[in-house]
Structure formats: C-alpha cells, structure tokens
Nanobody, 118 residues
Framework: QVQLVESGGGLVQPGGSLRLSCAASGFTFSTYAMRWYRQAAGKERELVAAISVGGTTTYVESVKGRFTISRDNAKNTVYLQMNSLKPEDTAVYYC????????????WGQGTQVTVSS
C-alpha cells in the first residue's frame, strides 16, 4: 500500500537547521510531484515548497532563501532542508504526493513536528 513516512522533525533553537525526509513506497515515486505543507496550531495548512517531476521548485515567500526542497528518485525520498529557522516556522510538516496526470491519485504523510524555540 501507499506510504509516505516523514522523519527529521524535532526541537531546534532559532537560527538552527533541520532536514526533513519523506520516504515513499507503494507508487512510482519518480512520476509524482511532491510537496511539503505545514500546519501551525490554530492555523490552516499551507503549502511550503513543491518540486515537480522534472525538478522545478517553488516556495512560499516566507521561506524563500531559507528552505530547499529536493528529491532523490533512486531512494524514493523527498527532502526539505530548513535553515535559519524562526519561531514562526513551528508547525507540523506534512509530505504530499500527487500524480500530475491523474490528480485523484494524491497521498499524505502522517506529519512530523518541528518546534523552533529557545
């Protein structure tokens, strides 16, 4: 069955770094667009970063220059490198996979908590 398993979250001080990973299985990873979303307490889920099948990346304005999304198709894994973290980056981060040619095939991970605090 399809699985997206996030890891790498935790507690970090402001200005620190974390790298999130999302390991995928159960579908052809290389043919899916991948995204990272986040949801802070009491707020709506927001798209943070996306990477297309071809490797094109996009970011929400608030993380540009600090976060980098990447994918390793050989390892069926997508990453989110987060640098210069701020308290407002605190949220549960979710991995999302979507078939760009058949959008009904879309999957979510279970989420990983990122807390930025001194």
């Amino acid at each position: 069955q399809v699985q997206l398993v996030e890891s790498g979250g935790g507690l970090v001080q402001p200005g620190g770094s974390l790298r999130l990973s999302c390991a995928a299985s159960g579908f052809t990873f290389s043919t899916y667009a991948m995204r990272w979303y986040r949801q802070a307490a009491g707020k709506e889920r927001e798209l943070v970063a996306a990477i297309s099948v071809g490797g094109t990346t996009t970011y929400v304005e608030s993380v540009k220059g600090r976060f980098t999304i990447s994918r390793d198709n050989a390892k069926n894994t997508v990453y989110l490198q987060m640098n210069s973290l701020k308290p407002e980056d605190t949220a549960v981060y979710y991995c999302y996979a979507r078939d760009p040619w058949n959008p009904k095939y879309a999957y979510w991970g279970q989420g990983t908590q990122v807390t930025v605090s001194s």
